[in-house]
């Protein structure tokens, strides 16, 4: 094996390493950021460059695109033409570039997102304002690098007369890094610059009072000064832009919704698609129709609403849920001294005026050094001039040219490129005009050598001229500001009304776990009686509620959790249906079970609380706003004790009585108020003092002296007594007995435990459920009232070795 064919041993990681590191170099150096000086990236330049190289400026006609992506491509960026030719397209669009660079004639795209034609239909030439970019170039301002084959030379960077970084703003991604800067309002980039001229040390705040924020090509209202003011401390921020909109009157009484601009970088056709979506899928009710009215006017998009629609409302939902409104980062890097950093607008307008400093002071070495080439000239043809017969003689006794040039250098003192312009002089620069503008232009030169040496030996002087010519473009291309800034970001809070049609429904769950929501109509036209509601065998309905569709519903659980269930989102059935078990709505646990169902309207009501009572006697009072959540889950609405279990929650103003009867017998009485306002997770307090083997099977909230406590036990006894016998006593106790339990052989028993109790102002229809199955509906008149230690009346019959397992109250008639 030959020497040149032997291959030296390497680690892939190193080499992988290596390779990268030069791949992503490139990339950040020479792709994809721009560099803080010109603002521009590496083909931006090139094309710039090339079209001025090719003559193709602002005063001549528009050349074919494709000759210059030709150029760009053939001369200075060996990449593929597409990227050249894309670079080019965006530098023409004027909904992009706040000013753009190139002056484009022919089809360049849309706001739609529609691509620009080929470059070999369109045409281009430099705009007016990338002449300033480029102004003084050929003045040795700017250093210059081979291009990649060595052939000619390019800029390493463009004089850019005026701040264009931020003037333009720019998108790029590279390897490792990123870069978004908003456009800018050229007026205040250059009244911020003259600013930091005056003072090198003014402040952050004090640069803000000039430049209030960016300033988007496309108009919209920025919202957040402190993620502008973030940003422009660290390079990173957050603000929010919102288009342009208003609510417009139209014939009879309805109203529509006209956009006139919209957020930076939206596709216009993507942003009208969406909202016709959300028109066809009826996300938001309301919406007629979506048109997009843009033509040469300018842009307007159309929202006809429906007559009694909510059009704020509406508005504020498109606002949320379209690039109507937009959320827009700041990543402010850029290339300084061949590396990437992130910076705040000082530190880039600081680099900027050090950048024109240079260029200034290249451009003032320049012109010096051509005015004193000049002056010594015009020295020596003046000089020539008033001694001309001596010199005549002198050339004319000259053997040749080069003998003349020796003997005017010998005789007169002239230096060689004096001599050489005098034996160059035309006849007619002898005449006396001649002579006095020679004379004249002399003067005119040092007078020009004189103020350029005061440039370059005065830093003020300097920094005035730098001032003078920004302000002139400034007065130039200015504009007014497009873009209105808001100093607080509105929070967008969308009504349920805009997204829900308000509906008085039905919403029905069973004691199996079924669920579902009935429209009136249904319910009427299945003859409008609750028994007739659809239920599986054996089922029954357990509550039965009639509410709103934008209202919400409150489900605890007997374990503890608590779900907030909009009653819009429960699925709709008919009457007659069954519905759907309630684990495809709620993720609710197998082993759950729903213990109580609370409609509530609004969470900010004051005043009224959630009051927990538990199997093992804890009572819990809670603020109702503790239970708002926009989580699909269940929150821990108790914290619960081992083999407890909550047995009902119910909304309350705080200011009743709470009685609870335990399955033994016992029942107690006491204020509400004495159990204080806890926080969403707490156990809560003792209610009742139980024996170990008892545990409370209901709770009532009563009031007042009217009513009665009506009990029934597990063999279907029932007695009532009136709520005067039930004391208010202090929360805790072991409270006081409300039914006598029969004992003994000869006896007929009434039952062993209690199976419910309620407090009882009208009859209340009851269905017992019985443990063989079978049901037996019956009025709480069947029971006579009663001392409170009474045994009660069979009120449920029942065959031998049956019980009563469950007794539900009918719902009443809607």
Same mark, same amino acid.
């Given at each position: 094996?030959s ?8 680690f892939?990681?190193?080499?992988v390493?290596?390779?990268f590191?030069?791949?992503s ?5 020479d792709?994809?950021?721009?560099d803080v000086?010109?603002g521009?990236?590496p083909?931006q ?6 079209m ?8 001549k006609?528009y050349?074919?695109s ?10 200075y960026?060996p990449?593929?033409?597409?990227s050249?030719?894309e670079g ?5 669009q004027p909904w992009k570039m706040?000013?753009p660079l190139?002056d ?5 795209g849309s706001?739609?997102d529609?691509p ?6 369109t045409?281009?030439r430099?705009?007016?304002?990338a002449m300033?970019?480029l ?9 210059f690098k081979d291009n990649f084959?060595?052939?000619t030379?390019e800029p390493?960077?463009?004089?850019s007369?005026?701040?264009n ?5 720019v998108?790029g991604i590279?390897?490792g890094?990123a870069?978004e800067i ?5 007026r205040?980039?250059i009244?911020?610059?003259v ?5 090198a040390d ?18 919209g209202i ?5 993620g502008i ?12 832009i ?9 014939k009879?009484g309805r109203?529509?919704?006209v956009?006139t601009?919209?957020?930076?970088q939206?596709v216009?056709?993507k942003?009208?698609t969406?909202?016709?979506t959300?028109r ?12 997009d009215e ?5 842009l ?6 429906k007559?009694d629609?909510d059009?704020?409302g ?12 937009v ?6 890097v850029?290339i300084?001294?061949?590396a990437?950093k992130?910076?705040g607008i ?10 024109q400093r ?6 003032s ?5 051509k005015?004193?080439d ?12 008033n ?8 050339i004319?006794?000259?053997?040749n040219?080069?003998?003349?040039q020796k003997?005017?250098?010998d005789?007169f003192?002239?230096t ?9 002089l ?6 006396n005009?001649e002579?006095t503008?020679l004379e004249k232009?002399l003067?005119d030169?040092?007078?020009t050598?004189q103020?350029?040496r ?5 830093r003020t ?6 001032k003078t010519e920004?302000?002139?473009?400034r007065?130039r ?10 100093e ?9 009304e ?7 429904v039905?919403?029905t769950?069973?004691?199996?776990g079924y669920?579902? $929501?009935t429209?009136? *109509?249904?319910?009427?036209?299945s @003859?409008?009686?609750? =028994?007739?509601s %659809? /239920?599986k065998?054996? #089922? ?8 709103n569709t934008?209202d919400?519903?409150?489900?605890f ?5 608590s ?9 709709e059935?008919?009457w ?6 309630i684990?495809n ?7 759950d079970?729903?213990v109580?169902v609370?409609p509530?309207?609004t ?6 609380s959630l ?8 009572v819990?009072?809670t603020e109702l706003?503790?239970y708002q959540?926009? $989580?699909s889950g269940? *929150?821990?609405a108790?914290?619960? @004790?081992?083999?407890d =279990?909550v047995? %009902? /929650?119910?909304?309350? #103003?705080n200011?009743?009585e ?5 399955k033994?017998?016992?029942s107690i009485?006491f204020k509400?108020?004495?159990v204080?306002?806890m926080?969403r997770?707490?156990?809560g307090v003792?209610?009742?003092q139980?024996?170990?083997e008892?545990e ?11 009513g009665?406590i009506?009990v ?8 009532s007594s009136l709520l005067l016998d039930?004391p208010?006593?202090?929360?805790g106790?072991?409270?006081?007995i409300t039914?006598?339990?029969k004992?003994g052989k000869?006896?007929k028993?009434n039952?062993?435990v209690?199976?419910e109790a309620?407090f009882?102002k009208h ?9 063989s ?10 029971a006579?009232?009663?001392?409170r230690?009474?045994t009660g ?5 029942l ?15 809607v």
């Open positions: 094996m020497t040149s064919e032997q291959h030296l041993p390497a892939l990681e190193e080499v390493g290596d390779r590191g030069r791949y170099k490139y990339i950040i150096q792709r994809a950021i721009p000086r010109d521009l990236k083909v330049r090139r094309i710039l460059y090339a001025y190289e090719a003559g193709n400026t602002p005063d006609p050349r074919k494709a000759k210059t992506v030709g150029d760009v491509m053939g001369n960026h990449h593929g033409d597409a050249i030719y080019m397209v965006r530098m023409a706040a000013h190139v484009g004639h022919g089809n360049w706001m739609d529609d620009a034609a080929a470059m070999r239909y045409e281009a430099l705009s007016s304002i300033e970019l102004r003084d170039i050929d003045k040795r301002t700017v250093l084959d060595n052939t030379k390493v960077v463009l004089p007369r005026y701040p970084l931020l003037v333009n703003g998108s590279s390897s890094f870069t908003p456009t800018h309002n050229l205040e980039v009244d911020a610059c600013a930091l001229i005056d003072d003014i402040s952050l705040e004090q640069l803000m009072q000039v430049i209030k924020g960016p300033d988007f090509p496309t108009g920025i919202m957040g000064e402190e003011k973030e940003a422009y401390r660290t390079g990173k921020g957050r603000i929010y919102r288009a342009k909109t208003a609510i417009e009157d139209m009879g109203q529509q919704i956009v601009e919209i957020p930076y939206v216009k056709s942003l009208v969406a909202m016709e959300i066809i899928e009826k996300k938001v009710e309301g919406i007629a129709e979506v048109r843009s033509g040469r006017n300018g307007r998009i159309v929202i006809e609403l007559k629609a059009a704020q509406i508005l504020t939902y498109l606002l949320k849920k379209t690039d109507l409104q959320a827009y980062s700041f990543n402010m850029a300084i001294n061949k990437p992130q910076f000082k530190e880039m307008l600081e680099a900027y005026v050090e950048h240079e260029v200034v002071t290249r451009r070495q320049y012109e010096l050094e005015a004193e000049r002056e010594e000239i015009l020295e020596g043809l003046v000089k020539a001039l001694i001309l017969d001596a010199v005549i003689e002198t004319r006794a000259s053997k040219r080069q003998d003349a003997n005017l250098i005789k003192g002239f060689e490129r004096q001599a050489d312009a005098i034996l160059t035309q006849l007619y620069r002898l005449t005009l002579i503008s232009e003067k030169v040092q007078k050598i103020y350029l005061g440039i370059l030996s005065s002087k300097l920094m005035n001229v730098i920004i302000i002139e473009i007065d291309f200015g504009i007014d500001r497009r873009s209105a800034i808001q607080e970001i509105e929070e967008l809070k969308v009504n349920l805009v997204m829900v049609t308000p509906e008085d039905l919403v769950l069973s004691q199996d669920l579902k $929501r429209s009136m *109509l249904s319910f009427t036209r @003859g409008g009686e609750i =028994e007739s %659809g /239920v065998e054996t #089922d029954f309905i357990r509550h039965l509620l009639e509410v934008i919400n519903l409150l489900l659980t007997q374990k503890g959790l779900f907030l269930l909009p009653v819009h989102q429960i699925p059935y008919k007659k249906e069954n519905g759907t078990a684990v709505v709620i993720p609710i646990a197998k082993e079970r729903i109580s609370i509530i309207k969470f900010d009501e004051p005043g009224k009051v927990f009572v538990t199997k093992r006697g804890q819990k009072r706003k503790e959540t926009n $989580r269940g *929150l821990v108790i914290k619960l @004790g081992e083999q =279990e047995i %009902g /929650v119910r909304l309350s #103003d200011t009743k709470i009685l609870l009867v335990t033994l017998g016992m009485r509400e108020m004495e204080n306002p926080g997770a707490a156990a003792r209610g009742i139980l024996r170990d008892d409370v099977v209901a709770a009532e909230w009563v009031e007042g002296e009217e009665e009506w029934v036990s597990d063999l279907g006894y029932a007695k039930y208010v006593q202090g929360r106790g072991k409270g006081i039914f006598e339990f004992e000869r006896v028993p039952g062993s209690l199976q309620y009882v009859a209340l229809r009851l269905t017992a459920i019985l443990k199955g079978g049901q037996h509906t019956f009025s709480t008149e069947e006579s009232i009663e001392d230690k009474s009346k069979s009120v449920v019959p065959a031998k070795g049956d019980s009563v397992a469950v007794i539900v109250k009918r719902p009443s008639p």
